[in-house]
């Protein structure tokens, strides 16, 4: 495993500390574009995770024991398209489509709950947003751990996430407004525009890897400071 790592980007030896080497690292605009990601992925995780029994019960109109119990089936579910995405993902090496796709499904899962009245309808919208984000998890930080290299550049990205995901976590505590149901526009819109944005974050990446991909090629540039690495999309 070491050499496999090694061989990829060379960095299985631990490099000595300096803020230099850490701080160097706030000008790659990669390590931005990932945590806005975060941010994005975040803000919907926590409203839908700490909110939809609300939902369930203010806007979908079921009884308060319905909506603690329906709200079961919906985190079973998203066993199914996590593990999915997880396979697709690492049988077919790819990421940034694993996203594309969850994020569209997403979308979908929010047109479902935020424009249908019937119940049932929305009901299995929640499905389609839960399982959706859940496997995005996965799927991000992957797509984030195949195109960082290198020690304290890890560290520093590792930092800018967490922040923007604690961020991201805080916007989403407050875009389900209780004096909006049933239809929750706030949170259905906001979710709806973050995952648009997640998708133009990853197709804006996609180019970026397969024009730096290309000149790797060509023996015009080494990417991440690394011989022989090339960029996961």
Same mark, same amino acid.
């Given at each position: /495993?070491?050499?496999?790592?090694?061989?990829?980007?060379? !960095? @299985?030896?631990? !490099?000595?500390?300096?803020?230099?080497?850490?701080?160097?690292?706030?000008?790659? &605009?990669? *390590?931005?574009?990932?945590? @806005?990601?975060?941010?994005?992925?975040? /803000? *919907?995780?926590?409203?839908?995770?700490? +909110?939809?029994? #609300?939902?369930?019960?203010?806007?979908?109109?079921?009884?308060?024991?319905?909506?603690?119990?329906?709200?079961?089936?919906?985190?079973?579910?998203?066993?199914?398209?996590?593990?999915?995405?997880?396979?697709? $993902?690492?049988?077919?090496?790819?990421?940034?489509? *694993?996203?594309?796709?969850?994020?569209?499904?997403?979308?979908?899962?929010?047109? /479902?709950?935020?424009?249908?009245?019937?119940?049932?309808?929305?009901? %299995?919208?929640?499905?389609?947003? #839960?399982?959706?984000? %859940?496997?995005?998890?996965?799927?991000?930080?992957?797509?984030?751990?195949?195109?960082?290299?290198?020690?304290?550049?890890? *560290?520093? =990205?590792?930092?800018?996430?967490?922040? +923007?995901?604690?961020?991201? $976590?805080?916007?989403?505590?407050?875009? @389900?407004?209780?004096?909006?149901?049933?239809?929750?526009? =706030?949170? @259905?819109?906001?979710?709806?525009?973050?995952?648009?944005?997640?998708?133009?974050?990853?197709?804006?990446?996609?180019?970026? +890897?397969?024009?730096?991909?290309?000149?790797?090629?060509?023996?015009?540039?080494?990417?991440?400071? =690394?011989? &022989? +690495?090339?960029?996961?999309?």
């Amino acid at each position: /495993m070491a050499h496999r790592i090694h061989r990829d980007r060379a !960095d @299985v030896t631990a !490099d000595t500390f300096a803020w230099h080497k850490v701080l160097v690292h706030a000008s790659d &605009g990669k *390590v931005w574009g990932f945590a @806005v990601m975060y941010f994005l992925l975040n /803000m *919907v995780s926590t409203s839908m995770s700490y +909110f939809l029994p #609300t939902i369930l019960h203010n806007g979908l109109g079921f009884s308060s024991d319905k909506s603690i119990l329906l709200n079961a089936p919906v985190y079973y579910w998203a066993i199914v398209p996590a593990l999915l995405s997880s396979f697709v $993902g690492d049988k077919y090496s790819v990421r940034g489509p *694993v996203i594309i796709f969850n994020s569209i499904t997403l979308i979908i899962g929010f047109c /479902m709950i935020g424009f249908v009245d019937q119940s049932a309808v929305r009901y %299995i919208g929640t499905f389609l947003t #839960t399982g959706a984000y %859940i496997a995005n998890w996965a799927a991000v930080n992957a797509y984030m751990s195949s195109n960082i290299t290198g020690q304290w550049k890890r *560290v520093f =990205t590792a930092a800018v996430t967490t922040s +923007f995901n604690g961020a991201g $976590g805080i916007a989403g505590a407050y875009i @389900v407004k209780y004096n909006e149901a049933p239809k929750y526009p =706030t949170a @259905v819109w906001a979710s709806i525009g973050s995952h648009v944005a997640m998708i133009a974050c990853v197709l804006a990446f996609s180019a970026y +890897f397969f024009i730096a991909n290309q000149r790797q090629r060509a023996g015009k540039t080494v990417i991440e400071r =690394t011989a &022989g +690495f090339r960029h996961s999309y």
